[in-house]
């Protein structure tokens, strides 16, 4: 059982205070509290500690990404699958998966304290930048998650970004990046060649004038942001790591399709 494992199963109390440590120990039955003085194994784990950082990353994407899917004043049968189909990838089971079911229930109550988690999740994850955005990819695909995207569910991403430090600049990239990804693996090879090249372009954010030095360069830098053992070092619950492996697939091979052109 993993560390983050070990949190959800009781093993482990009083972790992590602020409005992470309140969700969190609601969804488990745990009291957590301010301190870090009374852990069970002895450990003495600092702010930024890849632990916390695990624990934190857990509790707000469950928490925000049940927040985006009342946005638009509902919750759809899609948003629903969603979640249920991140935490198969995730092979979520047990206790695990039962509290990320109740993570994903409070984000969607009224009353959520959306800033304040954010504001929380930003300084657990100390300059993580590579865990921060695989974060906001989450949510914009869980925003995406009924085949469009709500004004009232892109005002929430705007303030996941404010909170988090992300521009507008950089969230319009990842959000087109993810549009391409959408449409480059929703196509067949019997579909247009070129629509499919022009989306594996956008994948790696490149226009098609870019040399092969410029392509490889791109295609290089995304698979550093998404390498799964980076991520779990950084803070990704290892939980987790099957989405990482899954993003630096599909980035592969909107690589290869632009090689194969070449």
């Not at 494992?5 to 969700?23: D, E, Q, R, S």
């Not at 206790?95 to 984000?107: P, S, V, Y």
Request: charged share 25%; aromatic share 8%.
């Amino acid at each position: 059982m993993s560390w983050l494992g070990k949190v959800i199963g009781g093993a482990f109390g009083f972790l992590m205070g602020g409005p992470l440590g309140a969700i969190l120990g609601a969804s488990v039955g745990h009291q957590f509290d301010e301190g870090l003085q009374n852990i069970d194994d002895g450990e003495g784990l600092n702010p930024g500690d890849q632990h916390r950082v695990q624990m934190a990353f857990f509790t707000a994407t469950f928490s925000v990404m049940g927040h985006i899917s009342k946005a638009d004043g509902r919750v759809t049968s899609d948003e629903i699958n969603l979640a249920k189909r991140v935490m198969d990838e995730l092979a979520l089971s047990g206790d695990m998966r039962k509290t990320a079911i109740n993570l994903f229930e409070q984000g969607k109550d009224p009353h959520f304290p959306l800033e304040e988690v954010l504001n929380q999740f930003r300084r657990e994850c100390h300059r993580r930048t590579n865990l921060i955005q695989m974060f906001l990819e989450l949510q914009i695909q869980a925003a995406y998650a009924d085949g469009k995207l709500d004004g009232a569910e892109e005002n929430v991403l705007f303030i996941i970004c404010e909170q988090l430090g992300i521009s507008r600049f950089e969230y319009q990239r990842i959000k087109i990046q993810f549009q391409a990804q959408q449409r480059f693996y929703g196509r067949n090879q019997q579909q247009q060649a070129s629509d499919r090249l022009d989306d594996a372009y956008a994948v790696l954010g490149v226009d098609k004038s870019a040399t092969d030095a410029e392509v490889k360069k791109a295609y290089r830098r995304l698979m550093s942001q998404h390498h799964p053992d980076k991520l779990v070092a950084k803070g990704l619950p290892e939980e987790m790591m099957t989405i990482a492996k899954e993003k630096t697939q599909k980035i592969r091979k909107a690589y290869e399709v632009i090689k194969a052109s070449r």
